[in-house]
């Protein structure tokens, strides 16, 4: 809406945005009855995390096939 809101009253500029679980941009569909409750619950648990603050969920090291770093 902020942006909308922008555009209208003509203040809008162009920008670089990439969202996330924090500005409310990304989130998760309801999970379906079929879930096990421990992964539900764990899921939640972290869900809730990643609205607090953006998740560093890509950390090294990285390695290939073979287990060499990259």
Do not use: R
């Not at 809101?5 to 920008?15: F, H, R």
């Not at 969202?19 to 809730?48: H, N, R, Y």
């Amino acid at each position: 809406m902020k942006t909308v809101e922008a555009v209208m009253a003509g203040t809008w500029k162009s920008e670089s945005f990439l969202g996330s679980f924090v500005d409310g941009t990304v989130d998760l569909a309801p999970l379906g009855s079929s879930v096990d409750p421990e992964a539900k619950a764990k899921i939640e648990e972290l869900l809730a995390k990643y609205k607090k603050e953006d998740p560093s969920i890509f950390t090294g090291p990285l390695v290939d096939q073979s287990g060499a770093k990259k």
